[in-house]
């Protein structure tokens, strides 16, 4: 995850003390930070595929990095997204490699 979004994810509650608490219960709940860093990151919007250069293509979601290579003998991805995400990802492999 990057630095900009935990900073990001930290920040969202204001600086009075009820904003600590909720600080603190977003840094102790992993659930509920991975669910306000999915809505905060984009995680879940789908984007076209991008051909990087040769072989390689971004076929990840908005907020998240998924790499395919494409090759004769077969593809290999890298850094496959989060779970549930497997339907956004597959369309722009469909699409990059038709």
């Not at 909720?22 to 930070?33: C, V």
Request: aromatic share 6%; with cysteine; glycine share 10%.
């Amino acid at each position: 995850m990057s630095r900009a979004l935990i900073v990001a994810l930290l920040l969202i509650a204001p600086p009075h003390a009820a904003g600590q608490r909720d600080k603190e219960a977003l840094a102790n709940e992993p659930p509920r930070f991975l669910d306000v860093a999915r809505k905060l990151g984009k995680w879940d919007e789908p984007v076209e595929p991008v051909k990087i250069a040769g072989p390689v293509y971004f076929v990840g979601t908005r907020g998240l990095s998924v790499f395919l290579i494409t090759t004769p003998a077969g593809h290999i991805l890298i850094n496959t997204g989060m779970p549930g995400s497997g339907p956004m990802i597959e369309a722009p492999i469909r699409r990059a490699t038709c």
